[in-house]
């Protein structure tokens, strides 16, 4: 990333604009309602973007799939469950759901 990051660099200057420009690749994870969102920020050029998320995509997807990983990393997609408890109406006690 050394090279595009300071062609990149210099662009932000010669437009007076005063953006740090990270020169490492930087992982962000979220939570979302049902997941956890992992955001990888690298610079690329233009052109070759879809190829390196795509190869990114599947280093990680190896990654997690590796067996040293197996009781360390639990995936929970595809999983449904559903859990009705003996008092799952209000106000009824379990006798009279019977």
Do not use: N
Not at 40 to 48: F, G, K, T
Not at 73 to 95: H, M, T
């Amino acid at each position: 990333m050394v090279e595009p990051i300071e062609h990149y660099q210099d662009l932000l200057s010669r437009a007076h604009l005063a953006f740090d420009v990270e020169e490492l690749p930087k992982v962000f994870l979220s939570q979302a309602d049902a997941w956890t969102v992992c955001t990888l920020r690298y610079l690329v050029p233009v052109r070759q973007r879809r190829r390196w998320a795509s190869e990114m995509v599947l280093a990680v997807s190896r990654e997690l799939a590796d067996p040293a990983h197996a009781k360390r990393i639990v995936s929970a997609y595809p999983r449904q469950e559903v859990r009705l408890l003996e008092d799952w109406r209000l106000g009824e006690s379990s006798e009279s759901t019977a």
